[in-house]
């Protein structure tokens, strides 16, 4: 059996966690540069907040309801998301972190226990640990375990456990269930299966076997297996690497000075660096993009990107950074107002297979000892407390988060003082 752990509105839980005062009331979490609602309470949902609704067009509504609003806060999240996981390996050996607040669990061997109390157990222990609410949804599949996920989030009545049950009665809940819900079934796909009168999952598993492979390939097909409890998508203990990195943000506020987006494009392709070193990678080439502001049209618009290719494969941050600004140097231009920047590293290969470059000058082991040490002192102290001169410190193209939580559990200075 396939169980799907899912944390309840995982962010505004995080926030609640720390400041009980908010449990009951309705509370948002914002997206970069406070723009759109990318996390609701239940409470903020019984009100009508849309996901993805930007900030401005709900003031009113905000107000109203005294709804609490939050920037996103992704250090605090991460690390809540690192509890749970962790708190899991105590009960499962068997875990594919799926997303920051998603877990597929393996259920094997599991025949001399009641799977039901088990689960129950795993949902009140990680709760208690952690402070985070979660779900717990079992079945045969992947595909069906998300089903139950869902199952379980809209009925409170089941505890935050359910569990698949006999196949005709699965029919039942599969007629309930849309098709664009469907893991695995994208907006595009549900478009074409509505057109072709499949409306629900339970019309999916009914449609003909060979049209389904005909028509939406072999992924769709292993997704109409799933949803009749036949195992098709294996569990993935280890995330496989990645092949293309990116980091890019939109601006604080919009810039039209070369210095600050060159800083702003330095610290993104800091960033693809130490990704790179965390999965023991290098990249053969980068690439660097810029744009104005699309939304608006009473400015000039300019969108642009280059690839440049590395004579040497690599993972360091000072060459990354080198030829980071030599792409933003052949892009920029003067006199539009830049809303965002980004770094790709492209054409990754693991480190031990870099190739070299006969005319290569670089010390290579001299970089490798320093990136070391570089991110040795920055996981012990924290994040780019040593840092790159060209990274800067002006920022002034940072991230609008005026209303970011404290970094309760990652930074001394933000730990709770408790009174009495």
Not at 80 to 88: A, D, I
Not at 237 to 263: H, N, Q, V, W
Not at 273 to 301: G, P, Y
Request: glycine share 4%; charged share 25%.
């Amino acid at each position: 059996m396939i169980g799907l752990l899912d944390c309840n509105n995982f962010f505004a839980s995080c926030e609640r966690v720390f400041n009980p005062s908010l449990n009951n009331k309705p509370v948002v979490v914002l997206s970069n540069n406070d723009g759109c609602v990318i996390a609701r309470s239940n409470e903020a949902k019984a009100i009508g907040i849309k996901m993805g609704v930007p900030a401005f067009e709900i003031e009113e509504l905000i107000i109203k309801n005294k709804v609490t609003v939050f920037s996103s806060n992704y250090t605090l999240y991460g690390d809540m998301s690192q509890r749970v996981m962790n708190s899991l390996k105590q009960f499962i050996s068997e875990i594919e972190i799926y997303s920051i607040d998603e877990a597929f669990l393996h259920f094997e061997g599991f025949k001399n226990f009641s799977l039901p109390d088990y689960a129950k157990n795993i949902v009140k222990t990680i709760t208690r640990s952690t402070g985070i609410p979660i779900s717990l949804g079992i079945a045969p599949t992947k595909t069906l375990a998300k089903v139950a996920s869902k199952i379980v989030k809209k009925n409170p009545e089941y505890k935050g456990v359910f569990i698949m049950p006999s196949k005709n009665e699965t029919e039942e809940i599969l007629k309930n269930i849309a098709i664009e819900d469907v893991w695995g079934i994208g907006r595009q796909y549900s478009a074409f299966l509505k057109k072709n009168k499949i409306h629900t999952a339970f019309d999916f598993i009914k449609t003909n076997k060979e049209w389904i492979k005909k028509n939406l390939t072999v992924v769709g097909l292993r997704t109409w297996n799933e949803l009749q409890g036949i195992p098709c998508f294996e569990m993935e203990t280890s995330p496989a690497d990645k092949k293309a990195i990116c980091t890019a943000r939109s601006f604080g506020k919009m810039l039209t000075d070369y210095e600050p987006i060159e800083e702003a494009v330095s610290n993104h392709a800091a960033a693809c660096a130490v990704k790179l070193r965390k999965q023991k990678s290098c990249a053969k080439a980068l690439m660097i993009f810029i744009h104005t502001n699309q939304h608006r049209n009473d400015l000039q618009q300019y969108a642009k990107n280059i690839v440049v290719e590395m004579p040497v494969a690599t993972n360091s941050t000072i060459e990354i950074i080198k030829y980071a600004s030599e792409g933003l140097k052949a892009i920029f231009k003067k006199g539009y107002h830049y809303k965002k920047a980004g770094v790709i590293a492209v054409n990754i290969i693991p480190e031990n297979a870099v190739q070299g470059n006969i005319f290569d000058e670089t010390d290579r082991t001299k970089h490798k000892k320093l990136m070391q040490t570089i991110d040795r002192i920055n996981a012990a102290m924290g994040t780019n407390k040593v840092i790159i001169a060209k990274q800067g410190t002006k920022r002034k193209w940072k991230l609008r988060q005026e209303k970011l939580s404290p970094c309760y559990t990652t930074k001394i200075s933000d730990i709770i003082t408790v009174k009495t």
